[in-house]
Structures are given as structure tokens and as C-alpha cells.
């Protein structure tokens, strides 16, 4: 199910340029009505569902209904950011609540460095065994002799 915005709620991003979820989007699918001053989702059938958008929104005006296999009709999840985590909200059919806690990257923008211990030169990417697999397929070893046959 894709995104969708809740005019009602929906403030712009206080009449900026571009609103957050427009900044977020790795689809480049939400737009900012000009006349309107209201966000929307230029392309639902291109939506990833990525909650980017819904994760960003300062007034919790975006949405994803969820699918019936993890959100059944009538439930819903809310996810509220904070500086430092989000917290999300279950809501289920019966009227009870459920809230989950998480931490979020605290890395400043374009400070990430998620090869900082991985060798990544050219030189590297023509080697057989690429950036970490060695560690990751015990091939630091070689090759096992099996002296025995498993049966069941």
C-alpha cells in the first residue's frame, strides 16, 4: 500500500520549498502542492513503502496502510521520531496499544563510513574474495578435508 497524505493534517512543511517528505522520498515521488500548500504522492504505484516519509513528518501526516498479514483491517501503525529514536505506535483492532523504541543513526550527513575497516580499491574489487567475504565464508582456512560421510 503506498503512501498517502492526510491533507488535513498536512501544513507543508510551514510553506517551505520543499517539505520534508519531498527531502526524503528515494523515489523523488512526493510533491508539494503549490496552491494548496499540501505534500502528496505524485505516483502511488511507484511507492517503495519505505516509510521514509511517514518517518519524517513532523505532524504525522503521511501514511501507509499496512498490509492484512501484518496490519489487519482496523489496526495501525504510527511511527513518532524524535531526535534521538522513534517510537512506534500499534494500534489493534481491539483498541490496544503496543510501543516499540528505537535508536536512530546519530551520524552526521555524509559523515558515514560504511567501508572504514574494508579494503576498496580497484585492486580489491578484481580480487576473488571481494571486500569482507574471507571473514564471512571462513575461506581464511581453505579448503576442509571431510574424513566422514553424514547419513540420516
Same mark, same amino acid.
Given at each position: ?29 512526493? $510533491? ?15 511507492? @517503495? ?9 513532523? $505532524?504525522?501526516?503521511?501514511? $501507509? +496502510? *499496512?498490509?492484512?498479514?501484518? $496490519?489487519?483491517? &482496523? ?5 513518532? +521520531?524524535? =531526535?534521538?529514536?522513534?517510537? @512506534? ?17 546519530? =551520524? ?27 571473514? &564471512?565464508?571462513? =575461506?581464511? +582456512? *581453505? ?10
Amino acid at each position: 500500500m503506498p503512501s498517502f497524505v492526510i491533507t488535513e493534517k498536512c501544513d507543508g512543511c510551514k510553506a517551505l520549498d520543499k517539505t520534508a517528505c519531498q527531502y526524503i522520498c528515494p523515489n523523488d515521488l512526493m $510533491v508539494l502542492n503549490q496552491d494548496l500548500m499540501k505534500a502528496y504522492n505524485q505516483d502511488p504505484d511507484m511507492c @517503495w513503502e519505505c516509510y521514509s516519509c511517514v518517518k519524517i513528518c513532523p $505532524v504525522q501526516a503521511v501514511e $501507509v +496502510r *499496512g498490509y492484512a498479514d501484518f $496490519v489487519p483491517m &482496523g489496526a495501525s501503525v504510527t511511527p513518532l +521520531r524524535a =531526535t534521538d529514536s522513534i517510537m @512506534w505506535t500499534l494500534k489493534f483492532r481491539n483498541g490496544m496499544l503496543k510501543r516499540f523504541k528505537f535508536p536512530i543513526r546519530t =551520524t552526521e550527513e555524509g559523515k558515514a563510513q560504511p567501508f572504514d575497516h574494508f579494503p576498496t580499491g580497484d585492486d580489491d574489487l578484481k580480487s576473488p574474495t571481494l571486500m569482507c567475504e574471507p571473514a &564471512g565464508l571462513n =575461506t581464511e +582456512r *581453505g579448503p576442509v578435508k571431510m574424513d566422514k560421510v553424514l547419513t540420516l
